[in-house]
């Protein structure tokens, strides 16, 4: 079991007491032509819920398909064993961020990169008060990266240490693959493990000679938000095409340029031989928090809205992912939480146990064109084979920013659109608790309407089971979305079963060109639309699912601030 | 695409003029120079076979049309929301099937969020829509297929450039192109005349949100035209620049504009850098404009 993700997590109950006190009195309109929002803050413990257990985590039929919780390695040989040079403190300003103007990051990259070439497994530890490591751009070939607990491994702020084109590091250039990433991932059963913390210091600013005020990752990235346009900054961990039998693991993730992990990896039998979930890749236990403070270094604010395009965890971004299992994880960032690309194909995946604070979602797409021939002969498309179970999504987590988006509040989302188009099939999204998420359910074909293409998106069966959205701080009616492409391409069957969205609007609901089944559990609205068929099926009046949400790790306030 | 920008805004404001008397929601179209026809219908339909996954009936209409006609040509806009039928030609006329000689549509049977736009510049072969929301013109008739959607800043809405019968073959990508800053090369059939487009980059996932690209004049290198080009900005409000590859004297490399208005190429394509003043004549659509000459120069690269 990990450290911090008990199977059974405790509830946060009192947060939810006082939070509904407070918003109650919000949801007194005196206009009755307009129904007044519910505002529940959650449930009551499921440790005392009459005789049902705990409905929410229930996952048992998908928690016996699981591997062992991977183990920390035994201590490498003592020249395997590095010792931070240099310290940080938490007490700003002075050590905040590492100091680079000595020679120190050349140092730290040139002896973690030897050490991986030459060691199975490489241990980051502390010497005395010396905790933090300073590195651009590392390989990792089939070796085990171990961040000890108290230790933190940066990545530099020198964009001159990532440099892959001319553009890494350069404002207002639209050039995607302009950086190398922190940490590239290649060959069989690589690792990247520890208590320690990976921080990709985004938001601090970058080293510019000549440049008083230099950019931060994160501020390059913004300027390029006008045209929709993508940097070209560094992933923290990218895993290469070829890559068998990763392993992440109880390591904690900070503040990635952009991307946080991008997975490409499958068993090492082969893509399709999945003999045990997590043969092909295992994420487990891990935290990503994003941004990790409420300013850097400079005083400015830091936010979930600014740290644009980081990705929590992406399984097939680069290449096919198979056989993957992703447990006990708890998310935080300023993109989707979980994205599975199925630019090259996406099967067998479970997802389950994780919580979520801010971020897009937990999202398939957009891209889904993907068609993977196997060398036994199956062929693998798009995102197949998808199960998420016990997962919960809080955008109370902490705040958001200025000038957030609904799009900054999402819940599930399944996306693609006609330039990038594929299968979604055979997923399950089972035993999902959200709160206060403005798009609780969004199938949508059209995640970029301007894009042109013939590649349609064929969303076929789509399962939402035992799935509530609760309101308690938020403002704005929840939506749910349905639709899939044309009456060619339809999405479905969706099947709704046992499904509340609470404070649902009649017009919050969306659909087209869709085949949806409803039951045999209740859900608390009717889809209608251009070219939708519904089936009803629900039978019985099944109670919305019992939802208590866990505090999650969020930046401290500086005293005297409200939340 | 580069064409849609020049006229977009007079589209709406015209059709919400001319047309605002004949709001209707025609769901079959029945006109002296077009009219239903069954079997026409039934080679619509088969799309749903042949083009859809799972065979579903696509729900249309076919029809005939002679002269001018087009059964979509009565759209109107109602409170500022496009109104109309969206149909694909099933005849392949240079022109899209608006000079009069085709032919056979395959047509919604219900009005939708588009509406036909007759004064859409479109390549050879494709005809214009506008439209609101999410839904590409494919979304609500599968027979047409639609180039890269340019969002109309004026009115909220999207155009689109479609054809029924297949888009005009595109251009590919070069990275050996020798291309200034970080302008890229792309390399398109000098026979054809026809510009990189957004479209061309297909599902390039590291560039899929950028969709619309700016090209220097071209150089012609055997039977094809190398561009080098990069993804502006949107032109702000108001901006009447359109790029143009027939600027007199503009240099392979060099960017040429053509602009309408007052405004200049460098506030609208920022960061091109027109050292030059502009100088009186002819745009590429034939209407007196101020063209220009300009240079791809973001700072850090220092100028070209």
């Given at each position: 079991m990990s450290k911090n993700h008990p199977l059974h997590s405790p509830p946060g109950l009192a947060r939810i007491v006082w939070a509904a006190s407070v918003l109650l009195c919000v949801a007194c309109s005196k206009n009755d032509d307009i129904a007044s929002m519910t505002y529940t803050c959650g449930s009551v413990d499921p440790s005392a819920a009459s005789g049902a257990g705990d409905p929410v985590n229930d996952c048992a039929d998908l928690d016996a398909m699981l591997p062992p919780e991977p183990t920390l390695p035994a201590d490498p040989d003592p020249s395997c064993i590095l010792k931070a040079q240099q310290a940080t403190s938490e007490t700003p300003p002075a050590g905040w961020i590492p100091d680079e103007s000595n020679g120190q990051t050349t140092v730290d990259t040139a002896r973690i990169g030897a050490a991986l070439k030459t060691c199975k497994v490489v241990k980051l530890v502390t010497d005395g008060a010396n905790n933090a490591f300073v590195s651009g751009h590392i390989t990792l070939a089939g070796a085990t990266l171990w961040v000890d607990a108290g230790v933190t491994l940066y990545a530099s702020r020198n964009p001159a240490l990532f440099i892959k084109t001319q553009n890494c590091g350069v404002a207002g250039v639209n050039d995607s693959g302009a950086c190398n990433d922190f940490i590239t991932v290649s060959g069989?059963?690589?690792?990247?493990?520890?208590?320690?913390?990976?921080?990709?210091?985004?938001?601090?600013?970058?080293?510019?000679?000549?440049?008083?005020?230099?950019?931060?990752?994160?501020?390059?990235?913004?300027?390029?938000?006008?045209?929709?346009?993508?940097?070209?900054?560094?992933?923290?961990?990218?895993?290469?095409t070829g890559t068998t039998g990763f392993v992440l693991y109880r390591i904690t993730l900070h503040n990635s340029p952009k991307f946080h992990v991008k997975i490409t990896s499958y068993p090492p039998a082969g893509p399709t031989v999945c003999t045990t979930h997590g043969d092909g890749f295992i994420v487990w236990g891990i935290t990503i928090l994003t941004p990790s403070r409420w300013f850097n270094s400079q005083g400015l604010v830091m936010t979930p809205h600014i740290s644009r395009n980081t990705d929590g965890v992406d399984p097939g971004e680069t290449s096919i992912a198979t056989c993957g299992v992703m447990v006990h994880n708890t998310i935080s960032t300023g993109d989707d939480h979980i994205a599975l690309k199925g630019g090259h194909a996406v099967w067998n995946v479970l997802i389950l146990h994780n919580h979520f604070g801010t971020g897009h979602g937990m999202s398939i797409g957009s891209e889904t064109y993907g068609v993977y021939p196997a060398p036994d002969g199956t062929v693998l498309s798009g995102v197949t084979n998808v199960r998420v179970c016990d997962l919960t999504i809080d955008?109370?987590?902490?705040?958001?920013?200025?000038?957030?988006?609904?799009?900054?509040?999402?819940?599930?989302?399944?996306?693609?659109?006609?330039?990038?188009?594929?299968?979604?099939?055979?997923?399950?999204?089972?035993?999902?608790?959200?709160?206060?998420?403005?798009?609780?359910?969004?199938?949508?074909?059209?995640?970029?309407?301007?894009?042109?293409?013939t590649n349609y998106p064929q969303f076929k069966a789509i399962t939402f089971q035992n799935i509530h959205d609760?309101?308690?701080?938020?403002?704005?009616?929840?939506?749910?979305?349905?639709?899939?492409?044309?009456?060619?391409?339809?999405?479905?069957?969706?099947?709704?079963?046992?499904?509340?969205?609470?404070?649902?609007?009649?017009?919050?609901?969306?659909?087209?060109?869709?085949?949806?089944?409803?039951?045999?559990?209740?859900?608390?609205?009717?889809?209608?639309?251009?070219?939708?068929?519904?089936?009803?099926?629900?039978?019985?009046?099944?109670?919305?699912?019992?939802?208590?949400f866990p505090t999650l790790p969020a930046p401290q306030p500086p005293a005297g601030w409200l939340r | 695409m580069r064409r849609l920008l020049a006229l977009q805004t007079s589209f709406a404001t015209l059709l919400l003029g001319g047309l605002l008397g004949s709001c209707t929601t025609n769901t079959a179209l029945q006109t002296s120079l077009c009219s239903q026809d069954p079997s026409i219908e039934a080679n619509c339909n088969a799309l749903g076979v042949d083009g859809g996954p799972n065979g579903q009936a696509l729900g249309l209409t076919g029809y005939q049309c002679s002269g001018s006609q087009r059964p979509d040509q009565n759209a109107t806009f109602v409170q500022g929301i496009p109104s109309g039928l969206v149909c694909a030609n099933r005849s392949a006329?240079?022109?899209?099937?608006?000079?009069?000689?085709?032919?056979?549509?395959?047509?919604?049977?219900?009005?939708?969020?588009?509406?036909?736009?007759?004064?859409?510049?479109?390549?050879?072969?494709?005809?214009?829509?506008?439209?609101?929301?999410?839904?590409?013109?494919?979304?609500?008739?599968?027979?047409?297929?639609?180039?890269?959607?340019?969002?109309?800043?004026?009115?909220?809405?999207?155009?689109?450039?479609?054809?029924?019968?297949?888009?005009?073959?595109?251009?590919?990508?070069?990275?050996?192109?020798?291309?200034?800053?970080?302008?890229?090369g792309w390399g398109c059939s000098a026979a054809s005349g026809v510009l990189p487009k957004g479209q061309d980059l297909a599902e390039s996932k590291s560039r899929a949100d950028e969709y619309y690209l700016l090209c220097a004049v071209p150089t012609l290198i055997g039977p094809n035209n190398i561009f080098c080009c990069y993804p502006p900005a949107q032109v702000p409000p108001g901006g009447t620049c359109v790029q143009d590859t027939t600027v007199p004297g503009c240099a392979s490399t060099r960017f040429g504009f053509a602009c309408y208005g007052d405004d200049r190429p460098d506030q609208d394509f920022p960061p091109m850098r027109c050292r030059d003043p502009g100088v009186p004549g002819t745009s590429y659509q034939g209407y007196p404009a101020t063209v220009y000459c300009c240079d791809f120069a973001p700072e850090a690269d220092g100028g070209v």
């Amino acid at each position: 079991m990990s450290k911090n993700h008990p199977l059974h997590s405790p509830p946060g109950l009192a947060r939810i007491v006082w939070a509904a006190s407070v918003l109650l009195c919000v949801a007194c309109s005196k206009n009755d032509d307009i129904a007044s929002m519910t505002y529940t803050c959650g449930s009551v413990d499921p440790s005392a819920a009459s005789g049902a257990g705990d409905p929410v985590n229930d996952c048992a039929d998908l928690d016996a398909m699981l591997p062992p919780e991977p183990t920390l390695p035994a201590d490498p040989d003592p020249s395997c064993i590095l010792k931070a040079q240099q310290a940080t403190s938490e007490t700003p300003p002075a050590g905040w961020i590492p100091d680079e103007s000595n020679g120190q990051t050349t140092v730290d990259t040139a002896r973690i990169g030897a050490a991986l070439k030459t060691c199975k497994v490489v241990k980051l530890v502390t010497d005395g008060a010396n905790n933090a490591f300073v590195s651009g751009h590392i390989t990792l070939a089939g070796a085990t990266l171990w961040v000890d607990a108290g230790v933190t491994l940066y990545a530099s702020r020198n964009p001159a240490l990532f440099i892959k084109t001319q553009n890494c590091g350069v404002a207002g250039v639209n050039d995607s693959g302009a950086c190398n990433d922190f940490i590239t991932v290649s060959g069989a059963s690589p690792a990247v493990v520890g208590d320690g913390i990976i921080d990709g210091q985004g938001g601090e600013p970058l080293i510019e000679p000549g440049n008083p005020s230099p950019p931060s990752w994160w501020q390059l990235s913004g300027a390029l938000q006008q045209i929709d346009g993508s940097i070209g900054n560094p992933t923290l961990i990218n895993l290469s095409t070829g890559t068998t039998g990763f392993v992440l693991y109880r390591i904690t993730l900070h503040n990635s340029p952009k991307f946080h992990v991008k997975i490409t990896s499958y068993p090492p039998a082969g893509p399709t031989v999945c003999t045990t979930h997590g043969d092909g890749f295992i994420v487990w236990g891990i935290t990503i928090l994003t941004p990790s403070r409420w300013f850097n270094s400079q005083g400015l604010v830091m936010t979930p809205h600014i740290s644009r395009n980081t990705d929590g965890v992406d399984p097939g971004e680069t290449s096919i992912a198979t056989c993957g299992v992703m447990v006990h994880n708890t998310i935080s960032t300023g993109d989707d939480h979980i994205a599975l690309k199925g630019g090259h194909a996406v099967w067998n995946v479970l997802i389950l146990h994780n919580h979520f604070g801010t971020g897009h979602g937990m999202s398939i797409g957009s891209e889904t064109y993907g068609v993977y021939p196997a060398p036994d002969g199956t062929v693998l498309s798009g995102v197949t084979n998808v199960r998420v179970c016990d997962l919960t999504i809080d955008a109370d987590s902490r705040p958001v920013g200025n000038g957030a988006s609904p799009g900054d509040f999402n819940g599930i989302r399944v996306k693609s659109d006609s330039s990038r188009g594929g299968i979604v099939d055979d997923v399950v999204f089972k035993n999902v608790c959200m709160r206060d998420v403005n798009n609780a359910i969004l199938v949508s074909t059209a995640y970029n309407p301007l894009f042109a293409g013939t590649n349609y998106p064929q969303f076929k069966a789509i399962t939402f089971q035992n799935i509530h959205d609760v309101t308690c701080m938020g403002l704005n009616q929840p939506v749910v979305t349905l639709n899939g492409f044309s009456p060619a391409y339809p999405a479905g069957p969706l099947t709704l079963d046992n499904l509340t969205v609470d404070n649902i609007g009649p017009l919050a609901v969306e659909a087209e060109f869709s085949n949806i089944i409803l039951g045999p559990g209740a859900v608390n609205f009717m889809p209608s639309g251009l070219d939708v068929t519904v089936t009803n099926n629900i039978t019985d009046a099944s109670a919305p699912t019992n939802c208590v949400f866990p505090t999650l790790p969020a930046p401290q306030p500086p005293a005297g601030w409200l939340r | 695409m580069r064409r849609l920008l020049a006229l977009q805004t007079s589209f709406a404001t015209l059709l919400l003029g001319g047309l605002l008397g004949s709001c209707t929601t025609n769901t079959a179209l029945q006109t002296s120079l077009c009219s239903q026809d069954p079997s026409i219908e039934a080679n619509c339909n088969a799309l749903g076979v042949d083009g859809g996954p799972n065979g579903q009936a696509l729900g249309l209409t076919g029809y005939q049309c002679s002269g001018s006609q087009r059964p979509d040509q009565n759209a109107t806009f109602v409170q500022g929301i496009p109104s109309g039928l969206v149909c694909a030609n099933r005849s392949a006329g240079v022109d899209g099937g608006t000079s009069g000689t085709s032919g056979a549509y395959c047509c919604t049977s219900q009005t939708t969020t588009c509406a036909y736009n007759p004064i859409a510049i479109c390549d050879p072969g494709t005809y214009g829509y506008e439209c609101q929301g999410a839904n590409r013109p494919e979304s609500f008739n599968p027979a047409i297929t639609c180039g890269q959607g340019v969002p109309d800043p004026g009115q909220g809405l999207i155009d689109y450039c479609c054809s029924g019968v297949g888009l005009p073959t595109g251009c590919t990508e070069l990275d050996t192109a020798i291309c200034p800053g970080s302008t890229v090369g792309w390399g398109c059939s000098a026979a054809s005349g026809v510009l990189p487009k957004g479209q061309d980059l297909a599902e390039s996932k590291s560039r899929a949100d950028e969709y619309y690209l700016l090209c220097a004049v071209p150089t012609l290198i055997g039977p094809n035209n190398i561009f080098c080009c990069y993804p502006p900005a949107q032109v702000p409000p108001g901006g009447t620049c359109v790029q143009d590859t027939t600027v007199p004297g503009c240099a392979s490399t060099r960017f040429g504009f053509a602009c309408y208005g007052d405004d200049r190429p460098d506030q609208d394509f920022p960061p091109m850098r027109c050292r030059d003043p502009g100088v009186p004549g002819t745009s590429y659509q034939g209407y007196p404009a101020t063209v220009y000459c300009c240079d791809f120069a973001p700072e850090a690269d220092g100028g070209v």
